[in-house]
């Protein structure tokens, strides 16, 4: 069978499983879970072995050793992998779950219940936890899932889906429910984004570049992030040692992640004291500084920051820093140059607390905290299957129930429409 | 300017006036709501004859008579017309909600509040009454929209854009809120489909053509529904006086709109006593039936049903029925057959109410009612801007809120990530 066919044969399947798993009630999809997670920790001998084989490839490929590192299984992270298969068992099922009900003037009572969105695909880079974990987060919402990992993952994947369909089975659920595509041709996603007729929603999880090429291509809708260019303004009588530590964490804490802190905007009548402080905070724990030509007159060693550095997502230990004249200022400039995904004030100024919340519409906007809360865990959605910096669907990090839509729900007891 | 050029420029002052609506008062937005309703009425001499060009380009051109009816304004559709932008005014505003909070075992206060989508691109057929529902809709919820009706309109909507536009200014609202496209060209909708940089949201409305067309050039999200073949399925021991009611309401009250009803299911159990008496009342009310064999042995003069008749959303006076011989094979017809738009069950049996409203997954699922409910105003949702047959981001009916997203505001005190 061609790539072609065989993609459309898993869509089909996963259609078709979609249609049992919107019914599947929370104790079978829980009790699955569960076997899941004993099902990987049993299997810890074989998915080392696979995986050794992706891990040899990529060495040969000469991969850097960040890659290599997040590719590689060991008793550790397979541990960690059942124990969140787990977690998500533990969840609150947001299928059936009726969001409201309100009654008509007519006695109609109309109520919006969460239902699956049927199929998602799932297009990733190299990480097989994802596979898991994403297979685990759609079959809770019920959900079928295509997951489309890595090619240097391919070994891990295909052996990670035998073992989680081994389980579907006994569980008597289809094994069309968790597929994933055990063909490495890039034509396999590229026909997989084509079919809309079977699958409901892809969400691609990767550099901004895998990110633009799916949409590029996708017929289907797709939720997505490109970067995440997330701002922290110190206001003017701000707490300079809560600013501090905020600052700290958001920017070196994990450098890499998109909610990581990437310009530093701070009032100018605190500018003088708080820069000198931060900086060397900052320094210490390795951060490079740009700044506007007012920073560099307080923090004279530091570079230029450039136009095109306030658009930047550094990924890294370098921090974009600009003074502003006031909260009006560095509202303007994280709507110029932000990407919306996250922005915090630190402030004592209550006015100015509200205004911000109120003002500045990115998917999530904090006072007083740090930028890396933004995180479906962090914020209490249970899990994390993504985050969307575009407003359809969902806007900021995405739980469960972003993976349901709702549908109306009436009792009536006779009524016609006059 | 070219026609590029003009609606790239039209975008653009769109989104600029987006950022602006996203932060007005719910004062502001019903004031200007409010001395809208009274610019119609005050300019309606020149409505008047804007639309009389129109009404008689039409007929040079050979409308249908329905067609240049839904075009025509007069007096009295004048008057409906300011009366619904005071209905808008009236409901209350989505923007700034908050749907719910949460604290957080570190402290962290999580909420998620309602802000506009942005730019909403409407596309539309002939009548005119839907350029201000549309605008009145997006304004309220704090969205700039571009409208693009019928060339057959142009003339109509160009002067119901001036007089809104006026209305705009004298609040000091940028006239960018609301538009209309004045070209008639259709490269103007081609080019309006490409600017996902200005428009967040497409949401055509109109015959099944115009939204494939629109769906296919799309480059935006696109909600959508193409059809409804909405089912009334008629379970044993129904009340059939009942039944009979809802499926004469259903069919006929307006059988040319999507929520009525397309295909009735009946129970084998009690179609020897039902068909003949809901046969009587749909044959008074100029009802031509197709029945399958069965239905057949009951009603032995109407016509044969065809595989295709159960796909067909027939919008006139004809009326597919199906003997069943249970729930399973009801649910399973609307599973295969159905459009996901609005399905009805009659019924005096609990446990098949519940199964009903629970298995279907449609977008609006009733028990003992009229498919006829299925509308934004029948809800109680306050207005209707669309219906939506897609899962993401809105399912069925689509009211002020589903002109919305929401962000994640969280308020700390210090909080850093460990």
Redesign the interface.
């Known amino acids: 069978m061609d790539v072609t066919s065989r993609v459309v044969e898993i869509a089909r399947n996963a259609k078709k499983a979609a249609?049992v798993l919107?019914?599947l009630s929370s104790d079978a999809k829980d009790c699955a879970l569960s076997d899941m997670a004993e099902a990987i920790i049993r299997q810890t001998g074989l998915l080392i072995k696979e995986n050794a084989k992706d891990v040899e490839k990529a060495r040969k490929m000469g991969l850097s050793a960040a890659m290599i590192d997040r590719l590689t299984l060991n008793e550790g992270t397979i541990e960690g992998i059942a124990r969140s298969l787990k977690d998500v068992a533990c969840l609150p099922d947001p299928v059936?779950k009726v969001t409201s009900m309100?009654r008509?003037p007519n006695g109609?009572l109309?109520g919006r219940?969460r239902?699956p969105?049927?199929v998602i695909g799932i297009i990733y880079e190299s990480r097989p936890n994802v596979t898991v974990d994403a297979a685990a987060l759609c079959l809770k919402s019920g959900n079928a899932v295509i997951l489309r990992g890595g090619s240097e993952a391919i070994n891990s994947n295909i052996a990670i889906a035998n073992i989680l369909q081994i389980v579907l089975t006994d569980h008597a659920i289809p094994e069309g429910a968790i597929q994933v595509i055990p063909m490495i041709e890039r034509e396999a996603v590229r026909e997989m984004l084509q079919l809309g007729e079977y699958i409901?929603?892809i969400i691609p999880r990767g550099g901004e570049d895998l990110i633009r090429a799916v949409v590029n291509e996708s017929k289907i809708?797709v939720i997505k992030h490109y970067k995440g260019v997330c701002h922290v303004y110190v206001d003017a009588g701000a707490?300079l040692e809560?600013a501090v530590?905020?600052c700290?964490?958001?920017k070196t804490?994990r450098p890499g992640v998109c909610n990581a802190m990437e310009t530093l905007l701070v009032h100018q009548g605190i500018a003088g004291e708080f820069l000198p402080l931060v900086a060397r905070h900052l320094g210490e724990a390795g951060v490079v500084l740009k700044g506007c030509d007012r920073t560099r007159q307080i923090l004279k060693d530091i570079e230029q920051a450039k136009e095109e550095d306030w658009y930047q997502e550094y990924l890294d230990l370098i921090l974009s820093v600009r003074i502003v004249n006031d909260l009006d200022e560095a509202v303007g400039h994280i709507?110029k140059y932000g990407s919306l995904h996250t922005e915090s004030i630190i402030t004592n100024n209550y006015q100015n607390?509200q205004r911000f919340?109120?003002?500045v519409?990115?998917?999530?906007?904090?006072?007083?905290?740090?930028t890396?809360?933004?995180d479906g865990f962090?914020?209490?959605l249970g899990a994390e299957i993504g985050i969307s910096t575009?407003?359809?669907?969902?806007?900021?990090?995405m739980g469960l129930e972003e993976l349901t839509?709702?549908?109306?729900?009436?009792?009536?007891?006779?009524?016609?429409?006059t």
């Open positions: 249609t919107a019914h059936g309100w008509r109609l109309v219940m239902i969105l049927g409901d929603l809708p707490d809560m530590d905020i700290i964490n958001a804490q709507e607390a919340l109120n003002e519409n990115s998917s999530t906007v904090l006072v007083n905290a740090s890396r809360f933004s962090e914020l209490g575009t407003k359809l669907h969902a806007f900021g990090p839509t709702t549908k109306f729900i009436i009792y009536g007891n006779g009524q016609v429409r």
